[in-house]
């Protein structure tokens, strides 16, 4: 029997997966991009905020297709509702808003429809794409090859790729298989839950609640959700509570400042996942594999979001490896480290900075300093003179 | 943490909002995943060490010990 030969296979359309699809096959590989589920983005494990600057960056056209609501800025607030409010239609009048001739900040996609559209560019660019396709597991063959074994529908197939490409999110097994240190840390993995409600009111801002006492650990946080819906949510670290996030948002519902606010909502749909507030990976590639998106950790440890990271991830490796594949070289794991060194320069190396500003507030002991120092540095991160604005 | 009893785990269907945190969390070698993207609950887990309850959104996974550990697969 012969199998299907490939340049590249890719575990996982999400956000990562396929921009490295449509990049890789845009250039002329014989790519294939799989993905298990049967309607990408669901069940929803995210909000979907998204900057227009991370789309227009990772040439994504915008497309009403996905998007929900436009963004224009941010209210940051303490524990107690103090807020600071970093609104661009303020700010830069001339430049944000509704109104024709200017532009959001950014905006809240529904992932099902962006993951959708996303796979829509990757197959577009001549990457073949199939559904309900599990990744089961890959093997090194000698002639420096490997051999990708899936599952589709209910046919056990194998292919023969040059490079697997593990974009497979947080619950990442291609790391494993490659025996890579993908465990993350309990202390650095956030318990999300959210809800999408109506009867909320918002204001085309991003807005995100600090304090122990809402979400020890994380922050809450509520979005536009668009046709006047809200996404109201948050993540604890379980080691600095011992109730679980449906207890926290429950009491932020009816208890916190908001809880007027909240009075009269009604939930539509319901929502989670671990959100990581922790470090890259160290090692993010092996023989004839690399892994980009979340399966690599490539999520801001300050904010969680990870869909910019993860379309920028995308870029680097499409581009490292379309050059890559041209040299012929081996693809072994010492020649793949170039992958990580790109990405090093152009991301990472923030966001071990990032990572480590977050790990010093952690550290902090006494629980009214922590909040402070995270309601600052959340405020200055969104600041428009934040170094890290771009990521 | 290898000295622990192994547990079998249970989830409750209807509270689990397939996230899977549980997953994420898993120190697990690879694979150790159910038909619906939660850890499995099909083999004991010999690491027990109840990471997966802990970081549940909705708490909804509980476990029982095995102590005939070989014997279950
Ligand atoms: C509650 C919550 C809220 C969030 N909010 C935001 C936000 O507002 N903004 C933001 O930027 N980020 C947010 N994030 C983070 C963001 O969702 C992720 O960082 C982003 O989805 C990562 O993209 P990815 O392509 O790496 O992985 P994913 O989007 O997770 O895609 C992985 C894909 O791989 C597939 N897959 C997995 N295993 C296999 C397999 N074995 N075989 C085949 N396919 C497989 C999955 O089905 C999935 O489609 C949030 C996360 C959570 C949990
Ligand atoms: S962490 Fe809980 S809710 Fe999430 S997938 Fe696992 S069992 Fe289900």
Redesign the interface.
Known sequence: MTFPEYDVVIIGSGPAGATTARILAGNGFQTLLVDKRQELGA?I?CSGAVSRHALEETGVPISTEYIQEAIYGFGIYNQEGRANFIDYRKLKPDEYGSEAGKKPLGFVVDRRRFDRFLLTQAERAGAETWLKTEGL?YSLLPNGKCEVRLRRFNEEIKVKARVLIGAD???S?VG??AGLRT??K?TE?A???QFVVDRVETDGLLEIITGHDWAPGGYAWVFPKGHGYAEIGLGVI??LTDK???WHLDRFLKDSFFKDRFSDSRILE?????V?LASPLRTQYADNLILVGDAARHVNPITGGGIHTALSGGIIAGKFLSQFLLSGEEPSKENLKGYQDAWLEKLGNKMWKLYEEKTAIFKLNDKAERDQKLFETMSSYFHPESEYKKI | MSSKTPVLFQIGWNAC?????C???C?Q???F?SDF?TIAVDRPCDIACM?CE??????TITHTEVHSAKAKK
């Open positions: 069940p494990q597991g999110g947080l619950q097994q494993r298989w465990h993350i309990i993995l318990s999300c839950l379980p080691t679980n996030a449906q319901i929502q989670g996942g671990g990581p | 909002i397939n996230c899977g945190a997953v994420a969390i120190p070698e690879a694979g995943i993207d990471l802990d970081i549940c959104p909705v708490t």
